[in-house]
């Protein structure tokens, strides 16, 4: 899928630390995040089981893939797809916009 290579490639840029622990997959991370934007949940309410990685851990995936303007590129990312598969209609769009 090309938005998680998109995530993959922007976040590729985070510096890695030694010593200390392996980081934690992006796509667990990504999946954590989704989570509790769209369960409305704290980062503390993560379940660290399901997701591979903690609450905190989302968070600074989050706040680091923010600090590397990931969310534009993933955006153009998306809507490329879309425009690919012809999903995307912007006549549809723009009706629905309150004027």
Same mark, same amino acid.
């Given at each position: ?6 995530? #993959? !490639?922007? &976040?590729?840029? =985070?510096?890695? $630390?030694?010593? /200390? ?6 796509? #667990? !991370?990504? &999946?954590?995040? =989704?989570?509790? $934007?769209?369960? /409305? ?59």
């Amino acid at each position: 899928m090309a938005a998680g290579a998109a995530v #993959a !490639a922007a &976040a590729s840029t =985070a510096p890695f $630390r030694r010593p /200390g622990r392996l980081p934690r997959n992006d796509r #667990a !991370a990504s &999946a954590g995040i =989704a989570h509790v $934007r769209t369960i /409305g949940c704290t980062w503390g309410q993560v379940p660290t089981e399901q997701f591979g990685c903690s609450g905190v851990t989302c968070w600074r995936r989050l706040r680091d893939w923010t600090e590397a303007d990931v969310w534009p590129q993933l955006h153009q990312v998306l809507l490329e797809e879309l425009r690919v598969a012809g999903k995307l209609d912007l006549e549809a769009a723009l009706q629905l916009i309150p004027l």
